[in-house]
T-cell receptor, first 114, second 116 residues
Framework: AQSVSQHNHHVILSEAASLELGCNYS??????LFWYVQYPGQHLQLLLK??????LVKGIKGFEAEFIKSKFSFNLRKPSVQWSDTAEYFC????????????FGKGTHLIIQP | ETGVTQTPRHLVMGMTNKKSLKCEQH?????MYWYKQSAKKPLELMFV???????ENNSVPSRFSPECPNSSHLFLHLHTLQPEDSALYLC???????????????FGSGTRLTVV
């Protein structure tokens, strides 16, 4: 079965700092990869996704992620965070063509201090 | 609005009650899902439906019973729940089971369930 590990459960940054959230997955086959964000009191929103092609994917709100197959990683980055980026961030994996839906990591609670 | 609508938003039920959660998607997706979001735990997949056919999931207690009458609607019937079942229940949909498509997996806002 696939699993997802997010290394940082709580991250506190100041505005304008750079962000990198780690995500590793365990599954030997081809995967689809996702990052979701959940702002306080809101629903899960898709930040970005990777299916194939260029391993550097760009998403909404200035976020990007890089798929490194050899490291089973899909880290999320943003060069300069804003106070409005305060939220819970979830990495998720689906085995290509699998019927297992999404497997999520435990999430990273990001707090941006003004 | 996400295109996936869940009702009710909040539900308080006793352990002997029977209630149902409803999910409706307006995206023309072919797959629908129920997830459970508990504090300090990863989102847990409960059930998957593809083209109205249930994909077997054996790890969910029988007190949770899903129903998918058509490709736009998904229900979760609840009976004799336990306090530890209190959680946020999320519905999601996707174009295909693999999530390939513009929107990936689209989630509703959830039903906050409290079992007393």
């Amino acid at each position: 079965a696939q699993s997802v590990s997010q290394h940082n459960h709580h991250v506190i940054l100041s505005e304008a700092a750079s962000l990198e959230l780690g995500c590793n997955y365990s599954y030997g086959g081809t995967v689809n990869l996702f990052w979701y964000v959940q702002y306080p009191g809101q629903h899960l929103q898709l930040l970005l996704k990777y299916f194939s092609g260029d391993p550097l994917v760009k998403g909404i709100k200035g976020f990007e992620a890089e798929f490194i197959k050899s490291k089973f990683s899909f880290n999320l980055r943003k060069p300069s965070v804003q106070w409005s980026d305060t939220a819970e961030y979830f990495c998720a994996v689906n085995a290509m063509g699998g019927a297992d839906g999404l497997t999520f990591g435990k999430g990273t609670h990001l707090i941006i201090q003004p | 609005e996400t295109g996936v609508t869940q009702t009710p938003r909040h539900l308080v039920m006793g352990m002997t009650n029977k209630k149902s959660l409803k999910c409706e998607q307006h995206l023309g997706h072919n797959a629908m899902y129920w997830y459970k979001q508990s504090a300090k735990k990863p989102l847990e997949l409960m059930f998957v439906y593809s083209l109205e056919e249930r994909v077997e999931n054996n790890s969910v207690p029988s007190r949770f019973s899903p129903e998918c009458p058509n490709s736009s609607h998904l229900f979760l019937h609840l009976h004799t729940l336990q306090p530890e079942d209190s959680a946020l229940y999320l519905c999601a949909s996707s174009q295909t089971l693999s999530g390939i498509g513009v929107y990936g997996y689209t989630f509703g806002s959830g039903t906050r369930l409290t079992v007393v």
